[in-house]
């Protein structure tokens, strides 16, 4: 079996950055390798978008079902980023005990340990009680809809009895990550010469208003807490309007990003949303609100026997506790709720904070703590005897 670190290697030296999210080549990669041990391999892609290519790889039969699911898409690097890499950002190198590269740890660290441990169980199939199944996604970086959604919604996924999603948890065990719901509002005025503003109607002038009754909703918001990810936001990320300074502006936009917690509904969100626009005084100017953009949240329990097991692996190998935490970033595991039929983790080396950044990096000691974990756990489930 290829070992861990020069199949993370390997891996990294395929880039897969999105956009444009061409995955072909790395999916040909994985698909080889695990088709090489006997798995069931097929590699779907939308119609939509066919070079978004993902990997499924099978081994065992019956129940209990395990999925491991790691994306295979990357950030890009722009010409900023790739002056600041002081390494080839695709040549992997190991400095420090470390692995350098684009997509070392999000999300290559996560996938060359599961692919490690499927390797594991597929070299003695007949022993194997129940199925594991290894996921290797397209789109993840852009939001998951032609990569993970796309396999769940269209039957590539079989319905699952635990799910461990592969991101950056410092191999912590994660129950619960934040949704988004972007949304941007437009408000209209009337432009005149600037000798006489009073005249005109000024869009920004309105849209102040409605940037600081934005911020009384922000405030707000930090009532609701939940136990693993905090509170919900709302920020204000852009601002745009007027065309010069002599003229009264007509047109003024922004962009809103807002966070939910587990447990918030999109809808009541929204309409959340729509009443500060509504309840702010703008008049004569108009105001509007739309274009909203729904990334959900997820959460899950670890009560199950599988999930429980997990927990143990983890603090076992490590000597610490396992969790649950929080993660702070989105993931693909919001797609994946319609097929799990127990529950979901995620779970990974290293920090997100490295991760979509110069010089991002892995462990090896962590890496191989991820890879020992996931095998104990396909030892204590899947070879029960
Ligand atoms: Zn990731």
New binding site residues.
């Given amino acids: 079996m290829i070992g861990l670190v020069e199949l993370l290697q390997a891996l990294v030296r395929i880039p897969s950055p999105n956009p444009p999210g061409d995955t072909r080549a790395i999916a040909a990669y994985i698909a080889g390798v695990m088709r090489d041990a006997g798995c069931a391999v097929t590699t779907p892609s939308p119609e939509q978008k066919q070079e978004a290519v993902n990997v499924i790889a099978v081994v065992g039969s019956g129940d209990p079902v395990i999925m491991l699911h790691a994306?295979i898409d990357t950030v890009p690097i722009d010409a900023n980023e790739r002056m600041k890499w002081s390494t080839d950002p695709y040549a992997a190198v190991v400095q420090e005990s470390r692995v350098y590269g684009k997509g070392s740890v999000?999300?290559k660290a996560p996938l060359a340990s599961m692919m490690r441990a499927v390797l594991h169980a597929a070299e003695t199939p007949e022993a194997l009680r129940g199925t594991l199944v290894l996921v290797a996604a397209a789109e993840?970086?852009v939001g998951g809809r032609l990569g993970t959604r796309w396999l769940a919604d269209n039957g590539y996924l079989p319905q699952c009895d635990f799910i461990i999603v592969g991101?950056?948890t410092f191999n912590r065990v994660a129950t619960a990550h934040k949704g988004v719901m972007r949304a941007t509002i437009r408000t209209t005025g009337r432009s005149v010469h600037a000798t006489n503003p009073d005249r005109g109607v000024n869009a920004i002038t309105a849209m102040a208003r409605i940037v600081l009754a934005l911020e009384g909703y922000h405030r707000r918001l930090s009532e609701r807490v939940h136990p693993m990810v905090g509170v919900p936001t709302c920020n204000v990320g852009v601002i745009r309007g007027g065309s010069t300074a002599n003229a009264v502006p007509d047109t003024c936009e922004i962009f809103l990003d807002r966070r939910m917690i587990p447990g918030e509904n999109p809808e009541v969100v929204q309409q959340e949303m729509i009443e500060v626009v509504t309840s702010t005084a703008v008049d004569p100017a108009e105001a509007w609100i739309g274009d909203f953009l729904l990334s959900d949240w997820y959460s899950s329990t670890v009560d199950s026997p599988l999930a429980q097991s997990f927990l143990a692996c983890v603090r076992d190998e490590l000597g610490a506790e396992p969790g649950p935490v929080g993660y702070l970033?989105g993931?693909d595991a919001k797609h994946l709720k319609g097929i799990v039929r127990g529950e979901m983790v995620i779970f990974g080396p290293g920090s997100?904070e490295v991760?979509h950044g110069f010089d991002e990096y892995v462990e090896i000691a962590e890496l191989q703590a991820t890879a020992s974990i996931l095998r104990r756990f396909v030892d204590a489930t899947l070879f029960t005897g």
């Fill in positions: 994306h999000d999300d993840e970086e991101e950056q970033p993931s997100y991760a």
